[in-house]
């Protein structure tokens, strides 16, 4: 009896969520199992994170960690109250309700207006941050009105000398002002998660082969004109984020190739796993081994940055 693919993979799938709810205490269920986002995903072929994700109105909430918008949300008033509940907390931190989940504060940057925290054990930030647009609509109707009605008296259930009512408010002018909570992502995004950590060897020291305005842009041996090297794929925020392109190749001519030909080269990886490279104050932040199906590489081009077309140093060595 032999197996079709679909059928493999569907086995491996089972195999990998059984595991995994088993550890979480989960039971087998056909509402679990019906339910169950992991489940789905497993049998899309995509791996689990390395820890488990935020939850979004009780469900995993992958992209978050995977992707790169902003996400509109809902949160609530920042306490100390439930911290033993909030995944990766100590009891009295500071947490925040967003979504129905609760995330720790970890810098308060504006009373009400303004946090960046953290979920579980990613060594992750998120800016959460309330953002204030005007509502055309809404003025306009409250101006009609007190035109219609001058000796009207509008009042709404506010705090002394504030005026700021729930999720909206009224400036000096008579604007109604609507607001909303975005959460974002502060630094790289995280679809290194899915892949394995493993330890960089010590015997070898990187440092930059060239840098433009954002940075390092290759990375390689000290000291050598050939070797291990590494090409930046993205860049936020101070962290950058590279890829290994080999062991044995010859810098002059990749740094050429890095700064005339980058998709060429970005696109020529070979191979069914990619070393991933996180870096910050020429220093290795995280060193991860993904599947090279599951790396977004083609997300990845920077024709739409202003290089230089001949640097200063491109000539330097």
């Known amino acids: ?12 799938a ?12 989960f039971t087998l269920s056909d509402m679990e199992i019906e339910k169950s986002v992991l489940f789905r995903r497993l049998l899309a072929g995509r791996p689990p994170l390395a820890f488990p994700p935020p939850l979004r109105h009780g469900f ?32 009295g931190d500071t947490c925040i309700l967003i979504d129905g989940a609760f995330w720790r504060v970890v810098e308060t940057v504006r009373e009400r207006e303004e946090y960046i925290v953290e979920w579980g054990q990613y060594p992750i930030q998120w800016r959460l941050k309330k953002h204030w647009e005007v509502n055309y609509e809404m003025t306009q109707q409250l101006n009609n009105f007190r035109k219609d009605n001058p000796a009207a008296e509008l009042n709404f259930d506010n705090r002394p000398g504030q005026r700021e ?26 679809w290194v998660w899915v892949g394995t950590p493993i330890a960089l060897d010590d ?15 290759v990375i390689g041996e000290v000291d050598s004109k050939r070797g291990i090297a590494w090409l930046r794929i993205e860049q936020v925020d101070g962290e950058s984020r590279f890829i290994k392109l080999g062991n044995q ?30 870096w910050r104050d020429g220093k290795p932040l995280r060193h991860y081994e993904v599947p090279i199906q599951l790396a977004p590489l ?5 024709r739409g940055e202003n290089y230089d077309l001949v640097p200063d140093n491109a000539y330097a060595g």
């Open 249 to 278: 190749l010859d810098y002059q001519a990749l740094v050429a190739a890095a700064i005339t030909d980058f998709e060429t080269l970005l696109h020529g990886i070979e191979g069914e796993l990619l070393e991933v490279l996180d």
């Open 298 to 302: 083609e997300q990845f081009d920077l």
């Open 14 to 25: 089972a195999f990998a969520w059984g595991q995994i709810t088993h550890k979480e205490g």
């Open 60 to 91: 995993p909430w992958y992209e978050v960690i995977e992707g790169r918008g902003e996400h509109v949300v809902n949160a609530s008033e920042a306490s100390p109250e439930c911290s033993i509940i909030a995944p990766g907390s100590k009891p």
């Open 1 to 12: 009896m032999s197996f079709s693919d679909r059928e493999k993979q569907l086995i491996r």
């Open 203 to 217: 015997g070898v020291q990187l440092s930059p082969l060239y840098q433009d305005q954002l940075g390092p842009l």
């Open 165 to 190: 009512y729930s999720e909206f408010r009224i400036d000096d002018e008579q604007t109604v002002w609507l607001s909303e909570w975005q959460l974002s992502r502060i630094g790289l995004p995280g």
